[in-house]
């Protein structure tokens, strides 16, 4: 694969990592911040965030669609993405905002590849095609035991329902990604205090931010 396509307007953040993370937190505390600070901000998720996108969130996730090929499952993130980026993600940053997304396209390697033991490299394929190969600045991993960040939920959708071998492959699979790419990579403990993660997030993304606009 090529080294991607980094946004030369605005600045890319992506929090990554396993169910109960904390990804949800750390995007809007970010968000937060950097608009206190005076920026402009995007902050956005998938699968789901567009029209299209909800859609088809609904049938990746829903325990009532049963049984995916895998592929089908890999083709239908992919196709989120390409919704996403298109419509929501590069008009952002073409704006000059700071835009910061709840996964993006290491979940479908991770998930997708390695959880469902698909090929990497042709998920990542697909993918990298969807989004015109547009990486994030930086990529926050949330690292935590899935049996830990598992037991935070009553109910499960259809890939948090998976095995605990399934999360054990996307937990191992998120953490390989950022140890090849220190560059663009932040892994952090999830279980470390929610402003102590908050704080060595707002330092590792400071010096980007001369390429965002303030409002």
């Given at each position: 694969m090529s080294n991607g396509v980094y946004a030369e307007t605005g600045v890319f953040v992506c929090f990554e990592g396993g169910e109960g993370s904390g990804k949800s937190t750390q995007s809007g505390m970010l968000r937060d911040w950097l608009q206190e600070q005076g920026y402009a901000v995007l902050l956005t998720f998938e699968p789901g965030d567009t029209v299209v996108g909800r859609e088809?969130?609904?049938?990746?996730?829903?325990?009532?669609?049963?049984?995916?090929?895998?592929?089908?499952?890999?083709?239908?993130?992919?196709?989120?993405?390409?919704?996403?980026?298109?419509?929501?993600?590069?008009p952002a940053l073409d704006r000059g905002d700071v835009v910061i997304t709840?996964?993006?396209?290491d979940s479908t390697l991770a998930y997708q590849g390695a959880g469902r033991s698909l090929v990497v490299e042709e998920v990542e394929r697909v993918a990298r095609w969807a989004t015109h190969?547009?990486?994030?600045?930086?990529?926050?991993v949330l690292?935590?035991?899935?049996?830990?960040?598992?037991?935070?939920?009553?109910?499960?959708?259809?890939?948090?329902?998976?095995?605990?071998?399934?999360h054990e492959r996307v937990r191992d699979a998120f953490v390989e990604m950022?140890?090849?790419?220190?560059?663009?990579?932040?892994?952090?403990?999830a279980r470390a205090e929610v402003d102590e993660i908050a704080a060595a997030?707002?330092?590792?993304?400071?010096?980007?931010?001369?390429q965002a606009k303030r409002r």
């Open positions: 088809l969130r609904r049938i990746v996730l829903s325990p009532e669609t049963g049984q995916l090929s895998d592929r089908t499952e890999a083709l239908l993130y992919a196709a989120d993405k390409a919704e996403h980026v298109d419509t929501v993600v590069q709840d996964r993006y396209v190969d547009l990486r994030p600045h930086v990529t926050v690292d935590l035991d899935p049996r830990r960040g598992l037991s935070r939920f009553a109910g499960r959708d259809r890939i948090e329902g998976e095995s605990i071998e399934f950022a140890e090849a790419d220190p560059e663009h990579y932040l892994v952090l403990d997030v707002r330092e590792r993304i400071t010096p980007l931010l001369d």
